[in-house]
C-alpha cells in the first residue's frame, strides 16, 4: 500500500484551504541489472550464464527496497515493461564491454532510453550507475561515442575532492556535515576501475550542458577523473567508486573500506537512492507477477573461490 500524506494550509486572509498531496512509496522496488561473464571476473567461464553481485542486492535491500533482477539479451518490450514496474534501476559495476551484442550495454541502452523518455514526460523514475554503470551512463548520454580515459585507479580507497557543485547537487546538497566530513577526509571510497571520465571528456563531447559533476579524484599517475556526478534535470546519477562493497564484499588482498565510517557513508548512498525510488508509484498489476520477478527466486551461490564477489546470482541466457 502507498502512504498518502495530505497538507493542508488555512489562508486566512481569504479564509479559504488549499491542499497539496504528496505521495510516498514505502515499498519500492529496484530492477539491478545482469551481465554477461568475462574471464577476469570468472576463471570458471560460462557463457551461457549472466550474474549479478550479491552486494548490490543487499546495498539496496538494506535500505528498505525490493530487488527484481533484469536480465540481458531481452527484447526492447522486456525492458519497457520492466520499467514501468519497478521504481527504478542500478547499472551495476563490472568487466562487460560496450560493444558486446546482446549483453549489458545493449540491455542498458533500453533501460536508459525508457528511464530518460519518463523522466521527459514527468514520471519521476531514478537510475544510478556504478563504476562500469557510471562509464556506461555517460557513454549512453553521449550517443554510444567512447570517451573514456585509460587510467589506474585500482584497488584503493580514497577520500572525494570536491568541486563547486557539490553542495547544492542533489546526491550530496542535503546529506549530513558528519557524511560530508567523513568523505573529505577518510579513505572511504573504494576504487576498482581502470577507465576515468575526465572534465575534458564530457566538455568535448557537451555531456557539461545536461550533466555535472560533484567530487573528483586523482589516479596513481595524478590523472584527475570525475568520481561522481548527476542529471542536472533528472534523478540520473553516477558513482566511479563502489560504496556496496564497504558493507558487503570481504575479499582477501582487496582494499574494501570497513570501518564504522566507511560503512555509514555507503548506507548514506543506499538511503539516498532507495528515498529517490520512493517517490513514484509504479508496481506491478496484481502480486503474483510481482512475486515472480523478484531476486528470492533465484539462489545466491557463495563465489569467492572463484570471482572477486562474495556471493553472486546466476542467470541462463
Same mark, same amino acid.
Given at each position: 500500500?502507498?502512504?498518502?500524506?495530505?497538507?493542508?494550509?488555512?489562508?486566512?486572509?481569504?479564509?479559504?484551504?488549499?491542499?497539496?498531496?504528496?505521495?510516498?512509496?514505502?515499498?519500492?522496488?529496484?530492477?539491478?541489472?545482469?551481465?554477461?561473464?568475462?574471464?577476469?571476473?570468472?576463471?570458471?567461464?560460462?557463457?551461457?550464464?549472466?550474474?549479478?553481485?550479491?552486494?548490490?542486492?543487499?546495498?539496496?535491500?538494506?535500505?528498505?527496497?525490493?530487488?527484481?533482477?533484469?536480465?540481458?539479451?531481452?527484447?526492447?518490450?522486456?525492458?519497457?515493461?520492466? !520499467?514501468?514496474?519497478?521504481?527504478?534501476? #542500478?547499472?551495476?559495476?563490472?568487466?562487460? =564491454? &560496450?560493444?558486446?551484442?546482446?549483453?549489458? /550495454?545493449?540491455?542498458?541502452?533500453?533501460?536508459?532510453?525508457?528511464?530518460?523518455?519518463?523522466?521527459?514526460?514527468?514520471?519521476?523514475?531514478?537510475?544510478?550507475?556504478?563504476?562500469?554503470?557510471?562509464?556506461?551512463?555517460?557513454?549512453?548520454?553521449?550517443?554510444?561515442?567512447?570517451?573514456?580515459?585509460?587510467?589506474?585507479?585500482?584497488?584503493?580507497?580514497?577520500?572525494?575532492?570536491?568541486?563547486?557543485?557539490?553542495?547544492?547537487?542533489?546526491?550530496?546538497?542535503?546529506?549530513?556535515?558528519?557524511?560530508?566530513?567523513?568523505?573529505?577526509?577518510?579513505?572511504?571510497?573504494?576504487?576498482?576501475?581502470?577507465?576515468?571520465? !575526465?572534465?575534458?571528456?564530457?566538455?568535448? #563531447?557537451?555531456?557539461?550542458?545536461?550533466? =555535472? &559533476?560533484?567530487?573528483?579524484?586523482?589516479? /596513481?599517475?595524478?590523472?584527475?577523473?570525475?568520481?561522481?556526478?548527476?542529471?542536472?534535470?533528472?534523478?540520473?546519477?553516477?558513482?566511479?567508486?563502489?560504496?556496496?562493497?564497504?558493507?558487503?564484499?570481504?575479499?582477501?588482498?582487496?582494499?574494501?573500506?570497513?570501518?564504522?565510517?566507511?560503512?555509514?557513508?555507503?548506507?548514506?548512498?543506499?538511503?539516498?537512492?532507495?528515498?529517490?525510488?520512493?517517490?513514484?508509484?509504479?508496481?506491478?498489476?496484481?502480486?503474483?507477477?510481482?512475486?515472480?520477478?523478484?531476486?528470492?527466486?533465484?539462489?545466491?551461490?557463495?563465489?569467492?573461490?572463484?570471482?572477486?564477489?562474495?556471493?553472486?546470482?546466476?542467470?541462463?541466457?
Amino acid at each position: 500500500m502507498r502512504n498518502t500524506v495530505v497538507l493542508c494550509f488555512m489562508l486566512s486572509v481569504i479564509g479559504q484551504c488549499s491542499c497539496v498531496e504528496s505521495t510516498t512509496n514505502n515499498h519500492p522496488i529496484i530492477g539491478v541489472l545482469a551481465q554477461e561473464k568475462v574471464l577476469e571476473s570468472d576463471p570458471q567461464l560460462n557463457t551461457h550464464v549472466s550474474y549479478i553481485a550479491a552486494s548490490y542486492v543487499k546495498f539496496l535491500e538494506g535500505a528498505g527496497a525490493r530487488i527484481v533482477p533484469i536480465m540481458i539479451n531481452k527484447t526492447d518490450k522486456y525492458y519497457e515493461n520492466i !520499467t514501468n514496474h519497478v521504481n527504478g534501476v #542500478l547499472l551495476p559495476g563490472g568487466d562487460a =564491454q &560496450f560493444d558486446a551484442p546482446g549483453g549489458y /550495454s545493449e540491455a542498458g541502452r533500453k533501460l536508459f532510453d525508457h528511464a530518460m523518455k519518463m523522466n521527459q514526460a514527468g514520471d519521476y523514475f531514478p537510475v544510478l550507475g556504478i563504476c562500469l554503470g557510471f562509464e556506461l551512463l555517460t557513454f549512453l548520454a553521449a550517443n554510444n561515442v567512447e570517451h573514456r580515459a585509460r587510467c589506474f585507479s585500482y584497488n584503493e580507497a580514497l577520500p572525494l575532492q570536491f568541486t563547486g557543485s557539490f553542495f547544492t547537487s542533489k546526491l550530496f546538497g542535503n546529506a549530513p556535515s558528519s557524511t560530508i566530513g567523513i568523505l573529505g577526509k577518510e579513505n572511504v571510497t573504494a576504487n576498482f576501475h581502470r577507465y576515468c571520465l !575526465t572534465e575534458k571528456n564530457i566538455t568535448e #563531447l557537451h555531456l557539461d550542458e545536461e550533466w =555535472q &559533476f560533484m567530487t573528483t579524484n586523482k589516479d /596513481s599517475d595524478g590523472l584527475k577523473f570525475i568520481s561522481s556526478l548527476e542529471h542536472k534535470n533528472y534523478p540520473l546519477y553516477g558513482l566511479q567508486f563502489h560504496p556496496e562493497k564497504n558493507i558487503y564484499e570481504w575479499k582477501k588482498g582487496k582494499v574494501h573500506p570497513h570501518s564504522a565510517n566507511a560503512i555509514r557513508v555507503s548506507q548514506y548512498f543506499a538511503n539516498f537512492f532507495v528515498n529517490e525510488a520512493r517517490k513514484n508509484a509504479h508496481k506491478f498489476p496484481i502480486e503474483p507477477e510481482e512475486r515472480i520477478h523478484l531476486i528470492y527466486n533465484y539462489p545466491a551461490k557463495y563465489t569467492i573461490d572463484r570471482t572477486v564477489f562474495e556471493q553472486c546470482y546466476e542467470f541462463e541466457i
